[in-house]
């Protein structure tokens, strides 16, 4: 009797002991199992087809229905246009219930792409994947009721907003970044009346959570005060959330929005709106987007200029020179070797060096300003003959320094002597202020018939292949109006009013709105 009950004794162990063996191998075995199936999909990700069929075929025809899925993505790996035997993975993942597996069918259904259209059978599986939380199933449902398109897979008779609104709201709680934007366009335009409050709230969720074209939307919004109130500083922040995530390349995002958000934050600066008001800082950052990046910001440049809201030595002007150098840093060259003194000059960018320099300090691109440092450039920039547009520019700004006493002492003497010589160089900007001091007796005697000579070169319009230096393609809308003003009031010899009004409205077809006023009296 106790040999029995010592016998059941070690059968119960070693029942126990082959149960924990069973359970152990099952365990590695899965570990196992999911370890292939990462790997795979790892591989997938990394156009490497072969290694990824490697580790998924033996799953995929053990059953599993996730390897199932992934083999038809090996399939269209291998060949893209190969979709008949992709569909076949894709359905046997589908009827083993894997969710993507089950859209991925039914849009190949709808589509056609594996066979003849089949729009009832299409919706069934999009049904099937999004009853089991798919947000991307449930976003295919919500387009596909509010769709205008004859062929989709709901009947016309069956579309409804209320349908859609649904489930696009199921799809955004599953992954707002990915469609709370699209929920949040419902809310704003696809019904009536529309839910500005409620819209807003939605992107600025999708936007927190990093979806670029909800940023955008929200942007607006501040700026409009549209579904909440108006805040300048929350557009500016939101601007800059953008931009920064633009030129990281961190998430997709549309050009149109990131060209705007960088004119933003450079003319909020500009402006004080929303930030601290620093106009040079502004400036600088709208000539460098002017350069053929932003034409918001090249408009704006010309704008500003043409009716004397920004200092015309700054502005239209000598953002010349920066737009072939933002032009030309495309092609590789940083600002670190521009503003390096002991760097050799660029084989890209023919222009003299020392006029780079002085920017790099006049503006404190990558340290803090140093007006002395940028003078003691441009001057040298002004001596070199053999790059007249790099010297005439470098001498308009020493003028402008002179003239204003900015980093060196006043001296409208020597201003006039700086603009002089690039007014020769025929600089337009330089003509015009030579000409204004010659009218009135700054820095020189006082001169009508000389000023109204160089306001006249500065005024003349950009003749290609004669013409070096950028110049105005219609002319200086300034000097033209200074020309104007002359003539009516007999500066520089006797009245002329015909010529006056000619003169005034060259300059008002540009948008000056001096001349409008002249014209108007």
């Given at each position: 009797?106790?040999?029995?009950k010592?016998?059941?004794?070690?059968?119960?162990?070693?029942?126990?002991?082959?149960?924990?063996?069973?359970?152990?191998?099952?365990?590695?075995?899965?570990?196992?199992?999911?370890?292939?199936?990462?790997a795979?999909?790892?591989?997938?990700k990394?156009?490497?087809?072969?290694?990824?069929?490697?580790?998924?075929?033996?799953?995929?025809?053990?059953?599993?229905?996730e390897a199932?899925?992934?083999?038809?993505?090996?399939?269209?790996?291998?060949d893209?246009?190969a979709?008949?035997?992709?569909?076949?993975?894709?359905?046997?993942?589908?009827?083993?219930?894997?969710?993507?597996?089950?859209?991925?069918?039914?849009?190949n259904?709808?589509?056609g792409?594996?066979?003849?259209?089949?729009?009832?059978?299409?919706?069934?599986?999009?049904?099937?994947?999004?009853?089991q939380?798919?947000?991307?199933?449930?976003?295919?449902?919500?387009?596909?009721?509010?769709?205008?398109?004859?062929d989709?897979?709901?009947p016309e008779?069956?579309?409804?907003?209320?349908?859609?609104?649904?489930?696009?709201?199921?799809?955004?709680?599953?992954?707002?970044?990915?469609?709370?934007?699209?929920?949040?366009?419902?809310?704003e335009?696809?019904i009536?009346?529309p839910?500005?409050?409620?819209?807003?709230?939605?992107?600025?969720?999708?936007?927190?959570?990093?979806?670029?074209?909800?940023?955008?939307?929200?942007v607006?919004?501040?700026?409009?005060?549209?579904?909440?109130?108006?805040?300048?500083?929350q557009?500016?922040?939101?601007?800059?959330?953008?931009?920064?995530?633009?030129?990281?390349?961190?998430?997709?995002f549309?050009w149109?929005?990131?060209?705007?958000?960088?004119?933003e934050?450079?003319?909020?600066?500009?402006?004080?709106?929303?930030?601290?008001?620093?106009?040079?800082?502004g400036?600088?950052?709208?000539?460098?987007?002017?350069?053929?990046?932003?034409?918001?910001?090249?408009?704006?440049?010309?704008?500003?200029a043409?009716?004397?809201?920004?200092?015309?030595?700054?502005?239209?002007?000598a953002s010349?020179?920066?737009?072939?150098?933002?032009?030309?840093?495309?092609?590789?060259?940083?600002?670190?070797?521009?503003?390096?003194?002991?760097?050799?000059p660029?084989?890209?960018?023919?222009?003299?060096?020392?006029?780079?320099?002085?920017?790099?300090?006049?503006?404190?691109?990558?340290?803090?300003?140093?007006?002395?440092?940028?003078?003691?450039?441009?001057?040298?920039?002004?001596?070199?003959?053999?790059d007249?547009?790099?010297?005439?520019?470098?001498?308009?700004?020493?003028?402008?320094?002179?003239?204003?006493?900015?980093?060196?002492?006043?001296?409208?003497?020597?201003?006039?002597?700086?603009?002089?010589?690039?007014?020769?160089?025929?600089?337009?900007?330089?003509?015009y202020?030579?000409?204004?001091m010659l009218?009135?007796?700054?820095?020189?005697?006082r001169?009508?018939?000389?000023?109204?000579?160089?306001?006249?070169?500065?005024?003349?319009?950009?003749?290609?292949?004669?013409d070096?230096?950028?110049?105005?393609?219609?002319?200086?809308?300034?000097?033209?109006?200074a020309?104007?003003?002359?003539?009516?009031?007999?500066?520089?010899?006797?009245?002329?009013?015909?010529?006056?009004?000619?003169?005034y409205?060259?300059?008002?077809?540009?948008?000056?709105?001096?001349?409008?006023?002249?014209?108007?009296?």
């Amino acid at each position: 009797m106790r040999h029995l009950k010592k016998g059941k004794g070690l059968n119960k162990v070693a029942c126990q002991i082959f149960l924990i063996v069973v359970c152990l191998a099952c365990s590695l075995g899965a570990i196992v199992y999911a370890q292939d199936l990462q790997a795979g999909r790892d591989a997938l990700k990394a156009r490497d087809c072969k290694t990824a069929e490697t580790n998924l075929l033996p799953l995929a025809e053990a059953g599993n229905a996730e390897a199932q899925y992934y083999m038809g993505r090996v399939v269209a790996c291998f060949d893209h246009n190969a979709r008949a035997k992709a569909f076949t993975w894709y359905l046997q993942a589908a009827e083993n219930g894997f969710a993507e597996a089950q859209l991925a069918v039914g849009q190949n259904l709808q589509g056609g792409y594996a066979g003849p259209k089949d729009p009832e059978k299409a919706r069934m599986w999009v049904e099937k994947a999004a009853g089991q939380g798919l947000a991307s199933a449930e976003f295919e449902l919500a387009l596909a009721y509010k769709s205008k398109r004859p062929d989709g897979f709901i009947p016309e008779t069956e579309r409804d907003t209320t349908k859609a609104l649904e489930w696009m709201t199921r799809a955004a709680d599953h992954n707002m970044r990915s469609y709370g934007y699209f929920l949040a366009q419902i809310y704003e335009t696809g019904i009536s009346p529309p839910d500005y409050a409620k819209a807003f709230q939605l992107y600025l969720q999708a936007a927190e959570q990093g979806a670029q074209q909800s940023k955008c939307k929200v942007v607006e919004f501040y700026t409009e005060g549209k579904g909440t109130l108006a805040n300048a500083t929350q557009a500016f922040y939101w601007n800059k959330s953008i931009v920064k995530a633009g030129r990281e390349d961190k998430y997709p995002f549309s050009w149109g929005c990131l060209q705007k958000a960088e004119f933003e934050v450079a003319r909020a600066i500009y402006e004080g709106k929303g930030t601290p008001k620093n106009e040079k800082e502004g400036f600088f950052q709208l000539v460098m987007l002017a350069g053929g990046r932003s034409p918001l910001a090249e408009t704006w440049i010309e704008n500003q200029a043409l009716n004397q809201d920004i200092d015309p030595g700054l502005g239209f002007a000598a953002s010349w020179k920066l737009r072939v150098m933002y032009r030309d840093l495309y092609g590789g060259y940083k600002f670190e070797n521009l503003c390096d003194e002991s760097s050799p000059p660029s084989r890209k960018i023919s222009t003299d060096k020392n006029y780079f320099l002085g920017i790099c300090y006049e503006y404190g691109i990558v340290a803090n300003p140093d007006i002395e440092k940028a003078i003691e450039f441009y001057s040298r920039a002004a001596k070199n003959a053999a790059d007249k547009e790099s010297a005439a520019v470098a001498q308009k700004k020493l003028g402008d320094f002179y003239l204003n006493g900015e980093g060196v002492k006043k001296d409208t003497s020597e201003a006039f002597s700086w603009y002089s010589q690039a007014a020769e160089y025929d600089f337009y900007l330089a003509q015009y202020a030579a000409g204004t001091m010659l009218e009135v007796g700054m820095g020189v005697s006082r001169n009508s018939q000389a000023a109204l000579d160089w306001y006249q070169k500065a005024a003349r319009p950009f003749e290609k292949g004669k013409d070096k230096l950028l110049r105005p393609k219609k002319g200086y809308a300034r000097a033209q109006y200074a020309l104007g003003r002359l003539y009516e009031q007999g500066g520089g010899g006797p009245k002329d009013g015909t010529r006056a009004r000619e003169w005034y409205q060259k300059a008002a077809d540009q948008g000056f709105a001096l001349a409008k006023e002249a014209l108007g009296r």
